[in-house]
């Protein structure tokens, strides 16, 4: 069997994830055009009839720019919470009715061989969920919007062999920036992103050999730098006194462009 991920596109300008085993694959959020999506895949070899479905976290454009065409040009079943689907259809969004399916939060479904669950995290959409994908007995764990890291959230990442977790923004850069102060209290609030120390803070207190491998997700146009999330996970783990075991990767997913397939088996 072999297990494949890569990130085809991460941060505020739109999200798309790829995971796939020898036969089939699943997208993550639609957050960039359905011509980059298809684009993208065929610069990995990775043929768009392959793929089984769209998972999708939140309404928010950087999640669902491509959604529309891709089930519409593609037919591609699109999965999210009855609530999800209430707060993308719009007027203006013309889902293809045959390709919406309803997932309820928490419970495990099939697609594509994955064994997948959706749950609920804390974020400023009407509803917002993350995915926790089971391939075999790896676990894959997909947080990429969230404002705090409440219990089940919690649950779900620690449970996970390959984690894709969100270091939106540089605390310093978001406070000395030029964002209007209610823009900085939402970013910063329960409901709106992780910033890199609260990241690295909270994968302190989990790490174990079990996580072979993190993703940090979801940056900052404005408020981040690669460097910077690097740094403050590197100081973190040095206090805790966390060492990686030579086998165990940390990767900074790219803003616009594919990041190197992660070849999890
Ligand atoms: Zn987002
Ligand atoms: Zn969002």
Not at 5 to 15: E, I, K, R, T
Not at 68 to 82: H, I, M, V
Not at 210 to 239: D, G, R, Y
């Amino acid at each position: 069997m072999s297990l494949n991920f890569c990130s085809l596109s991460s941060g505020s300008s739109g999200n798309c994830y790829y995971l796939g085993n020898e036969f089939h694959g699943i997208l993550i959020d639609a957050g960039i055009s359905a011509t980059a999506i298809r684009k993208f895949l065929k610069s990995l070899g990775i043929s768009m009839q392959t793929i089984m479905g769209v998972l999708i976290t939140h309404n928010h454009t950087d999640h669902t720019r491509g959604l529309e065409l891709l089930t519409r040009k593609n037919s591609l079943p699109a999965f999210t919470s009855p609530n999800i689907w209430k707060s993308i259809l719009s007027p203006r969004i013309t889902i293809a009715s045959d390709c919406m399916r309803e997932i309820p939060l928490q419970q495990k479904f099939h697609l594509a061989g994955f064994e997948i669950e959706a749950f609920p995290v804390s974020h400023d959409a009407p509803e917002t969920v993350g995915y926790h994908i089971c391939a075999g007995d790896q676990k894959i764990t997909i947080v990429t919007d969230l404002g705090h890291i409440c219990q089940t959230a919690a649950h779900y990442i620690k449970a996970a062999n390959l984690l894709v977790i969100e270091s939106n923004y540089d605390e310093q850069m978001l406070m000395n920036g030029a964002y209007p102060h209610f823009l900085k209290a939402r970013i910063r609030s329960d409901n709106g992103h992780l910033g890199n120390h609260q990241t690295s803070s909270f994968l302190a207190d989990i790490f174990s050999d079990n996580l072979s491998h993190i993703c940090l997700a979801h940056l900052s146009k404005n408020n981040n730098t690669p460097e910077l999330v690097l740094q403050t996970l590197e100081q973190t783990f040095l206090e805790r006194g966390i060492i990686l075991n030579g086998q165990q990767k940390i990767s900074i997913l790219n803003r616009y462009e594919p990041t190197e397939m992660i070849r999890i088996l």
